[in-house]
Structure formats: structure tokens, C-alpha cells
């Protein structure tokens, strides 16, 4: 088949970073393909793909213990899935994204101190703090959100360490952070956090204790299951990394058919910018007809019994390149397919699921400084910092590859109670653990390089409020 001209390459740029990531693809309806003819012409390493020896085998339980029926008694109980929260209506307008003034991105950083400000002054017992730069010897306490001085090297470290003050309780100055004196603590440019220490000389805060906001409890609910809930969830890239054959996709869908969930959530990406074929423009198609394929494919092929999730990524070349990422627009949906934003909370018969396909943990992890003790759970503390700091995506500045709209990462991207259950996808290795109440699962992806990855299934039950979950992670 003659190559597509609109499969342009992409320019040169720094690795990660989408580039030239639209282009202007038709709708246009296409039969059923096969793994095969995803891509004709496109051969990779699908036939490693095939002949591995390890699908299906499951590297973690929680518990450990253990035993996962996944017989569907009631194959005619379809669970109500609805959205938490804002409703999507502002992201699937069209707007300018990116084009929040400076002045509107103060103001709402500023804002968030101050709500986080105030819960800290609670957990405190306190009435009010005080500025950061002010020259005093006693120990006081400041709140502020912690910086990285440039000047000191472009990461974040003890040398770098600054708090910057609101503009109402410290003229908006940064004041560098002396922590030598701390035992343990945990910091990421962003973090808002309340500091007691002393400013002898009234240019630099020696600190003596950080204090990090309560994090609230699990979300107390009416749940209505009517048995077991079981779910399978998924994490693009859905194809190898030097093709665009997805049979791992393929693989993922057999699954699916062969266990009938109740419910599968599917992020994305599902056409990666990372791809090779894709970074060098070796397409068949243009961006959005091989997204359409695989939509066609997930929609003929999973069962009609299998209420489906579909959540999108900043990393599908075809769509939007911003975080938070507005739902897929598909027209000819099926009544079992749902499309929701990046990140989003659904509500499924009273049990709350929180999730994103930005990988916010590996973000956290290379700009996260720390002193913990020795054996201490680093994955649960990058975790919690989620949930003390109310957001999905509490790094500022983001991490180079992301582009975050300010003003509508302050609607779409709170999250203001601890839910029963998190999803957070991750190229750290996979987890399953409960953090501050909530089950926290990561499932890592369904491809990893030119070999299969992992997904997960879950069998929730619960009643009254009450919710139990049980959850195994598996090699596709």
C-alpha cells in the first residue's frame, strides 16, 4: 500500500516532547482488521511478541493471599458508571488552551496556598502565619510553596531550596530553606507546605519541622453493588515500539472476552508520540485514521455485556497535546463506551475510582529530594503526596514533556477526598498497596518496549461504606 503523504515525519526535538502532533485525518469508516493489517506495511517484532512464554502469569497480589474468582454470576447487571465532579463541559468547547495570562496563573497558585494554607492552620491549631522573610530569631511558622533556585543548579536540591511566600502574608518573596537540621523530609517543586524555623539573619529560614496538609479520609458512600465487580484495566502504548501491528491490543481484547467484566477502563496513549513509526512518519494512514482503526476494533470486537472506560493521553499523537486532556469525540459510539477526560473520578454504584494516564509518579520520582528512613515505602510517599496535596498533578513547573493548562488543570485536576480505589499507570515498576485507606494500583503498561507489559484485574465488593478490593496484576 502507497505510503499516505500527510504522514509527515516529525521535526527533530527534545525526546518526549510532542511535535507536529495533529493532522488533519478524515473520519472515514474502515472494516475490522486483523492485527496484521493494522499497519500492512509496517513488520516489527510482533512475532517476539507471540512467541513469549510468560502471558497470563501474575506478579502481584493484594492481598497476597488472595483468591480471585472471576465467574460472572449476574451477566445481566450492568454497573452505572457516572462521572465526579466538574462536568466536561468546558473541555470538549473549543478554547484556546496555553493562553492563560501570567497574572491568572498567580492568582490561582496563590489561591491554592491559601485553601491549602487554611487546613494546615487546622491540623496546626493556629491562627495565623507569618511572613517568611521576616528577621527573627524565635522559631515561627510560614506556609509557602516550595521553588527551585536557578541560580543554584536547574534541580531541585539542598542548595536550591526555596519557600515562596503568598503575596498577603509575604509580599510574594522566596526565602531559601536551611533543612540540615531535619531528620527526615520529603520536598518537589510545587509542594505546598507550612515550615516552622527561625531567620536569624532574615535572608535565609533555618527550619526545624515541615508540616504537610491533612490528608483527608476515604469518601464515605452509599454502595449499591448488586455482587462482585470485576474490572480489567489497561494502560497504553497498546503496540510494540517499532510497529503498529497492536497485537498486544488484540491479545488484551481476547481477555476481556474470555473473563466478560463488568467494566474495563483503557487510557491511552493508543496512537504513542514515542512510536518509532510514528516519529519517523511511517504511516499507512494519517494519524487520525489509525486512531479510528483502533477505535473500531475495541468497539466490534469487546463485548456488548462489558461496560468500557476509554481514557485518553497527551501522549496520542492525534489529539490534544495538553494535560487536562479533554475526552475522545466519537460520534458513532456504542451505548457500552464511555469517554471521559484525563484525569477524571468515576462514580460506579457508589465506589469511587480516581485515575490518569499521566504518568505522575515518574514525574514525582526525578524531581522529588528526600531523607526517609532506611526500608521506607518510596512509592506510597510519592502517592500521598496526591492526596495532601488535592491534586492529580501537584508538580509546578511540570515536567518538560507536559504542557498543563493552568486554568482548567484547576478544575479538572483536584482531587478533594481520598476515593476507594487509584489508577496511576506508570513506567515505575508495578505496584499494588494501600495508601491512607485507598487501594492504589500500578498496573505499569500494556507494552513495554518491543516486549508484552501488564494490565490488571480487580474484584470489588462492598456495603453500606464499605468497599473491598481485591486485585492481582498480570502479564498480557
Not at 542548595?159 to 503575596?167: D, H, N, V
Not at 485514521?289 to 455485556?305: A, G, R
Not at 468500557?308 to 501522549?315: H, L, N
Not at 528512613?373 to 513547573?397: A, E
Request: glycine share 6%.
Amino acid at each position: 500500500m502507497a505510503k499516505s503523504s500527510v504522514g509527515a515525519k516529525r521535526t527533530s526535538g527534545l525526546e518526549g516532547t510532542p511535535q507536529n502532533k495533529r493532522l488533519a485525518g478524515l473520519g472515514q469508516a474502515y472494516p475490522v482488521h486483523s492485527p496484521s493489517v493494522f499497519s500492512p506495511s509496517t513488520p516489527g517484532t510482533s512475532s517476539k511478541f507471540s512467541t513469549r512464554n510468560n502471558s497470563g502469569e501474575i506478579v502481584a497480589k493484594y492481598p497476597a493471599d488472595a483468591v480471585l474468582d472471576w465467574t460472572r454470576p449476574n451477566e445481566r447487571w450492568q454497573p452505572k458508571i457516572q462521572l465526579h465532579g466538574t462536568a466536561e463541559t468546558k473541555l470538549t468547547t473549543k478554547y484556546n488552551y496555553m493562553f492563560s495570562r501570567m497574572r491568572d496563573k498567580f492568582d490561582m497558585l496563590e489561591e491554592q496556598i491559601n485553601v491549602i494554607g487554611d487546613l494546615i492552620k487546622g491540623k496546626l491549631g493556629i491562627e495565623e502565619f507569618e511572613s517568611n522573610n521576616v528577621l527573627k530569631s524565635d522559631a515561627f511558622q510560614t506556609i509557602g510553596r516550595i521553588c527551585c533556585d536557578a541560580t543554584s543548579g536547574s534541580r531541585l536540591n539542598t542548595a536550591s531550596l526555596l519557600l515562596e511566600g503568598t503575596r498577603m502574608i509575604s509580599s510574594g518573596q522566596s526565602v531559601p530553606l536551611d533543612v540540615s537540621q531535619l531528620k527526615e523530609f520529603s520536598f518537589f517543586p510545587g509542594q505546598v507546605v507550612a515550615v516552622e524555623g527561625s531567620n536569624p539573619t532574615g535572608k535565609k529560614m533555618v527550619v526545624t519541622s515541615v508540616t504537610t496538609p491533612p490528608i483527608n479520609p476515604v469518601f464515605k458512600t452509599d454502595v449499591s453493588l448488586e455482587g462482585p465487580l470485576n474490572v480489567m484495566v489497561a494502560c497504553g502504548p497498546f503496540t510494540l515500539s517499532d510497529d503498529l501491528e497492536f497485537a498486544p491490543l488484540v491479545e488484551f481484547i481476547q481477555q476481556i472476552n474470555t473473563i466478560l467484566p463488568h467494566l474495563v477502563i483503557i487510557m491511552g496513549p493508543f496512537l504513542d508520540v514515542k512510536n518509532k513509526k510514528v516519529e519517523s512518519g511511517e504511516l499507512d494512514h494519517t494519524y487520525q485514521e489509525q486512531f479510528e482503526i483502533v477505535m473500531k476494533e475495541l468497539q466490534t470486537k469487546i463485548s456488548n455485556h462489558v461496560q468500557v472506560c476509554v481514557i485518553p493521553s497527551w501522549r496520542d499523537v492525534h489529539y490534544r497535546a495538553v494535560y487536562p486532556t479533554p475526552p475522545f469525540q466519537q460520534e458513532n459510539k456504542l451505548p457500552n463506551f464511555h469517554f471521559f477526560s484525563d484525569p477524571c473520578v468515576l462514580n460506579v454504584e457508589g465506589v469511587f475510582i480516581a485515575l490518569t494516564s499521566t504518568d505522575i509518579l515518574f514525574h514525582l520520582s526525578k524531581e522529588e529530594i528526600s531523607v526517609a528512613p532506611p526500608g521506607s515505602d518510596r512509592m506510597g510517599r510519592l502517592v500521598s503526596h496526591l492526596f495532601s496535596q488535592q491534586s492529580f498533578y501537584p508538580l509546578n513547573p511540570p515536567a518538560e514533556e507536559m504542557s498543563v493548562d493552568m486554568e482548567h488543570a484547576d478544575d479538572y485536576c483536584k482531587l478533594t477526598f481520598t476515593p476507594h480505589l487509584l489508577l496511576v499507570p506508570s513506567d515505575l515498576r508495578f505496584f499494588i498497596k494501600n495508601v491512607n485507606g485507598c487501594v492504589v494500583i500500578n498496573s505499569e503498561r500494556a507494552v513495554k518496549g518491543i516486549s508484552g507489559g501488564t494490565y490488571s484485574r480487580l474484584q470489588i465488593t462492598g456495603e453500606g461504606s464499605s468497599v473491598q478490593v481485591k486485585a492481582e496484576v498480570v502479564r498480557i
